[in-house]
């Protein structure tokens, strides 16, 4: 099964940028891949998913403009470039990933995803 391993968090301006990365220990074809976070408190919230070809990609209204998702099924790693960092973009970030039949589909609700990763923090100081 393929396991999940996300890095590239730390601490951070507002303004600033990140770029986080998820890295499979196989291959992830036919993997879609999502981003969530958690901030202290709060639910799990969904930020980004893409299809397993990379074609079609979902992001919360919240980070439109700012975060872009992207995937390299070579190099079995997704990313998550954050730009604009804001404080309220503060959480553990965690990538998840399932199998997908569908070429172009992209999973947004948690409960669509059964692989997970452990988490990375990001903090944004204002």
């Known amino acids: 099964q393929v396991r999940l391993v996300e890095s590239g968090g730390g601490l951070v301006q507002a303004g600033g940028s990140l770029r986080l990365s998820c890295a499979a220990s196989g291959s992830f074809r036919n993997y879609a891949l999502g981003w969530f976070r958690q901030a202290p408190g709060k639910e799990r919230e969904f930020v980004a998913a893409?299809?397993?070809?990379?074609?079609?990609?979902k992001y919360v209204d919240s980070v439109k403009g700012r975060f872009t998702i992207s995937r390299d099924t070579a190099e079995s790693t997704m990313y998550l470039q954050m730009n604009n960092l804001k404080p309220e973009d503060t959480a553990v970030y965690s990538c998840a990933g399932r199998f997908s039949s569908s070429d172009y589909r992209y999973y947004y609700k948690s409960d669509d995803y059964g692989i997970w990763g452990q988490g990375t923090q990001v903090a944004v100081s204002s």
């Open positions: 893409i299809s397993w070809n990379g074609a079609s990609t």
